[in-house]
């Protein structure tokens, strides 16, 4: 059978390689945990306010800070990249790549950026503190699975993304949270996408693993 894969799948199958099997299979799904509604609120924000940006021909002012975005402009400037944007964002739709056995890696963006004629991956993560040191590596494969995924689109890309974290610094005197901004540029491997992709489907051709975890114990 097919198996359809995400950027999210892939760090399931990282942290717990019985319950991403598991789950692919339709044998049993990890229960989700409390999700706070603020990243996801603040995702949609986030998409309005660059696209207001971008439709008056700017670039947002968390962007400006230093010169990593120097030359650069939102993906959108007309109605066809308006287009594919629009399906890029979508949960349901993303981008996708299909092999030759029905297999799907996909993924939905949050944002591009354009450099002549290259695009570069802008993804937005809320923080509710300061960040570590090493915490922009968690992103690491789902960068490189975004940028594999618009080279097979037929779309050239930048050999580094963006994260650009949001974390609340402090509130006003009206009641209004402001935000801190951080830009973090990151090298990405492509390659590396295409890898993780082969390597969540050969897992899903074995038997199912055996290690279990506080989640898949009981099963």
Not at 11 to 21: G, V
Not at 67 to 94: A, P, S, V
Not at 140 to 162: A, C, H, I, M, P
Request: aromatic share 12%; glycine share 6%.
């Amino acid at each position: 059978m097919p198996f359809k894969i995400s950027p999210s799948s892939i760090s399931l199958m990282n942290e717990c390689p019985r319950c991403f099997w598991l789950d692919k299979h339709k044998v049993w799904i990890r229960p989700n945990g409390i999700f706070p509604s603020l990243p996801s609120g603040m995702d949609s924000i986030l998409k309005k306010h660059f696209d207001k940006f971008r439709d008056m021909g700017e670039m947002p002012p968390e962007l400006l800070k230093g010169n990593e975005c120097k030359d650069m402009n939102l993906f959108g400037k007309n109605d066809e990249e308006k287009e594919f944007l629009r399906k890029w964002r979508d949960n349901l739709k993303g981008i996708k790549f299909e092999d030759g056995y029905g297999n799907i890696l996909f993924g939905a963006l949050d944002n591009v950026l354009v450099k002549g004629n290259k695009l570069i991956v802008l993804d937005y993560k809320t923080r509710g503190f300061p960040l570590k040191e090493n915490t922009h590596t968690y992103y690491q494969n789902q960068l490189d699975v975004y940028n594999f995924l618009l080279r097979k689109n037929g779309f050239q890309t930048e050999d580094y993304s963006f994260l650009l974290f949001y974390i609340p610094e402090k509130v006003s005197q009206t009641g209004e949270i402001i935000f801190d901004t951080k830009l973090i540029k990151m090298k990405i491997n492509p390659d590396n996408g295409f890898n993780l992709f082969l390597m969540a489907l050969k897992l899903l051709s074995e038997e199912c693993p055996q290690k279990r975890c506080v989640w898949c114990e009981g099963v």
